[in-house]
């Protein structure tokens, strides 16, 4: 396969500044595209949306971390040994992040988003509105396992 090449649109500013998992539910980010490369025009009418998808590079995962085989999600043995491409994890081949966010409101070239998984300074690759009908078709089915280690991720953290 050849090479593929890509630039940042925008970058992340997020209060979270470390790689962590876990309650990401009220954490406000914003999204601050790149004024060279887009103006206004870039996101016109994406403020009648709810909900964006966001398509991130986390940019600081070492590379020496990544696992192209199989792995306990969060190095925990309670949870069965699964392939990179059935889990997660921030330790892929190519550090691709994606995650749906609320999109609380849009000011110029700033989107400010809730529950963005993307820690400060996340280069920011791509963003789409989000729609229902690029949801699953049919009933998503996923083992329990994965439940479990999903529990706390998108809920606000106690203080």
């Known amino acids: 396969m050849g090479e593929i090449v890509l630039n940042p649109i925008g970058r992340v500013s997020s209060p979270r500044k470390d790689m962590e998992d ?11 595209l790149d004024e060279q490369q887009f103006d206004e025009l870039s996101i016109k009418g994406i403020e009648d949306f709810s909900h964006i998808e966001v398509v991130f ?4 995962v070492p590379k020496e971390k990544v696992n192209l085989g ?20 921030k330790a892929r081949p190519n550090f691709i992040g994606v995650s749906r966010c609320q999109l609380i409101k849009v000011e110029k070239l700033t989107l400010t988003v ?16 989000y729609m229902r009908e690029f949801g699953p078709i049919g009933d998503v089915v996923q083992p329990d396992w994965s439940k479990e280690v999903m529990k706390w991720y998108f809920i606000e953290k106690e203080v």
């Open 114 to 129: 809730k529950s963005l998984d993307a820690i400060d300074g996340t280069p920011v690759l791509d963003i789409k509105p």
């Open 70 to 89: 199989a792995r306990h999600p969060r190095n925990q043995k309670k949870w069965p040994q699964v392939g990179v491409f059935s889990q997660r994890a």
């Open 57 to 60: 590079y986390m940019h600081r």
């Open 22 to 32: 876990d309650f990401w539910g009220g954490i406000e980010s914003t999204i601050q």
